[in-house]
């Protein structure tokens, strides 16, 4: 599985953002795809996820009720919709997939390159 992200940018505080992630390959309903992200000089750290089976969805306490993520089973993509972005959403968003059904997400096995986005104040 290869995935592919897009959507990244800079963005005014406040505003909206919409990142893409297109997985190559199949994807099984076993699967679960979400995001992840790192700002500068942290750790990596789950963002949100959608699990393929029944679109059970799982989110970061700090991102709840800004973000909003979805899939198209046809494409085999996945989208995170964010909302209301702050200058500490300033991260690199990495797209991931794991083949296990587990709505976090906590150890995926695949990984995309990562995608940047800036939120200034």
């Known amino acids: 599985v290869q995935l592919v992200e897009s959507g990244g940018g800079l963005v005014q505080a406040g505003g909206p953002l919409r990142l893409s992630c297109a997985a190559s390959?199949?994807?099984?309903?076993?699967?679960?795809m979400g995001w992840y992200r790192q700002a500068p000089a942290k750790e990596r750290e789950f963002a949100a996820a959608?699990?393929?089976?029944?679109?059970?969805?799982s989110y970061a306490d700090s991102v709840k009720g800004r973000f909003a993520i979805s899939r198209d089973n046809a494409k085999n993509t996945v989208y995170l919709q964010m909302n209301s972005l702050q200058p500490e959403d300033t991260a690199v968003y990495y797209c991931?997939?794991?083949?296990?059904?587990?709505?976090?997400?906590?150890?995926?096995?695949?990984w995309g390159q990562g995608t940047q986005v800036t939120v200034s104040s």
């Open positions: 991931a997939a794991d083949s296990r059904p587990f709505v976090r997400m906590p150890s995926p096995d695949y």
């Open positions: 390959g199949r994807i099984f309903s076993s699967y679960t």
């Open positions: 959608i699990r393929w089976s029944d679109s059970s969805t």
